[in-house]
């Protein structure tokens, strides 16, 4: 399964290359306010959906760009074809194929792939956290006076919960910040070490399913209730290695 899901990811972002640098005219759509969906982000959900379905005919399919397939064996996957569309519409390298596993009310399995750096992760459940085949490093210890976060929020967030969160993450835990417009490339920088966590509001699971399944495997924990979780709706939360979680304010840790 692994091996098979690598593979998915691999060609998935082959395909998102071949249309990476199109004239936006007729290419993109706008989904909602500075919410983009493209033809690539359609041709990749479908490419995923279609080799998902062959190779796993029991589990179930959920992807950002509409797949919803019920499937027998409680599993589902779950996908975000190009997550960062943004990023990929103006020409930046943050953004990548996402394919996570949900299954026992956990995300179980993912891997990510960002196609423009050649960039492979996976790993979730036994299965150790790798880049490009390589064992991730174990993450440094929480340094404040080095502290930074990665944030993330979707144009829906109100501009005050923004700044709610802004001002708690300079005054209070007093880091720096990061903004990658992709969460899956924001939690990628956790789970390398360039960051000591992420605060992602109006994230929605197909863009950190397979990311937290791969940073469980290290030692970063999510603050996602998944049992009381619709895979459908926008998530409000909190990922951070142990040492940049205990340095939190106890009220960051409520829904922002
Ligand atoms: C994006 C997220 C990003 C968020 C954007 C959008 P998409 O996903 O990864 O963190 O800030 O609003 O939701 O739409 O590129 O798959």
Same mark, same amino acid.
């Given at each position: 399964?692994?091996?098979?899901?690598?593979?998915?990811?691999?060609?998935?972002?082959?395909?998102?290359?071949?249309? %990476?640098?199109?004239?936006?005219?007729?290419?993109?759509?706008?989904?909602?306010?500075?919410?983009?969906?493209?033809?690539?982000?359609?041709?990749?959900?479908?490419?995923?959906?279609?080799?998902?379905?062959?190779?796993?005919?029991?589990?179930?399919? %959920?992807?950002?760009?509409?797949?919803?397939?019920?499937?027998?064996?409680?599993?589902?996957?779950?996908?975000?074809?190009?997550?960062?569309?943004?990023?990929?519409?103006?020409?930046?390298?943050?953004?990548?194929?996402?394919?996570?596993?949900?299954?026992?009310?956990?995300?179980?399995?993912?891997?990510?792939?960002?196609?423009?750096?050649?960039?492979?992760?996976?790993?979730?459940?036994?299965?150790?956290?790798?880049?490009?085949?390589?064992?991730?490093?174990?993450?440094?210890?929480?340094?404040?006076?080095?502290?930074?976060?990665?944030?993330?929020?979707?144009?829906?967030?109100?501009?005050?919960?923004?700044?709610?969160?802004?001002?708690?993450?300079?005054?209070?835990?007093?880091?720096?910040?990061?903004?990658?417009?992709?969460?899956?490339?924001?939690? %990628?920088?956790?789970?390398?070490?360039?960051?000591?966590?992420?605060?992602?509001?109006?994230?929605?699971?197909?863009?950190?399913?397979?990311?937290?399944?791969?940073?469980?495997?290290?030692?970063?924990?999510?603050?996602?209730?998944?049992?009381?979780?619709?895979?459908?709706?926008?998530?409000?939360?909190?990922?951070?290695?142990?040492?940049?979680?205990?340095?939190?304010?106890?009220?960051?840790?409520?829904?922002?």
């Amino acid at each position: 399964m692994y091996d098979v899901v690598q593979s998915i990811a691999r060609e998935a972002g082959e395909i998102a290359l071949r249309h %990476f640098g199109r004239s936006p005219e007729g290419f993109v759509e706008s989904k909602g306010h500075l919410d983009l969906v493209t033809e690539a982000d359609r041709a990749v959900e479908q490419f995923i959906v279609g080799e998902l379905a062959a190779a796993f005919p029991a589990d179930g399919i %959920f992807g950002e760009e509409g797949s919803a397939r019920s499937g027998t064996s409680g599993r589902t996957w779950v996908v975000d074809p190009i997550d960062g569309t943004f990023n990929f519409v103006r020409g930046g390298d943050q953004w990548a194929v996402s394919i996570g596993l949900f299954a026992n009310d956990r995300p179980a399995y993912g891997v990510t792939y960002a196609p423009v750096r050649n960039d492979l992760l996976a790993g979730g459940g036994d299965q150790a956290a790798t880049l490009n085949g390589i064992r991730l490093k174990a993450l440094p210890p929480f340094a404040p006076g080095i502290g930074l976060v990665g944030v993330g929020f979707h144009p829906v967030i109100p501009i005050s919960d923004r700044l709610r969160a802004l001002n708690i993450i300079f005054s209070d835990v007093k880091v720096d910040i990061r903004a990658s417009g992709a969460a899956t490339i924001s939690l %990628f920088e956790v789970a390398t070490g360039l960051t000591d966590g992420y605060i992602g509001s109006g994230i929605s699971s197909w863009d950190v399913m397979a990311m937290v399944a791969i940073l469980e495997t290290i030692g970063v924990h999510c603050n996602i209730d998944w049992k009381a979780t619709d895979l459908a709706s926008k998530l409000q939360f909190i990922c951070g290695t142990p040492g940049f979680l205990r340095a939190l304010p106890r009220d960051l840790l409520q829904p922002l």
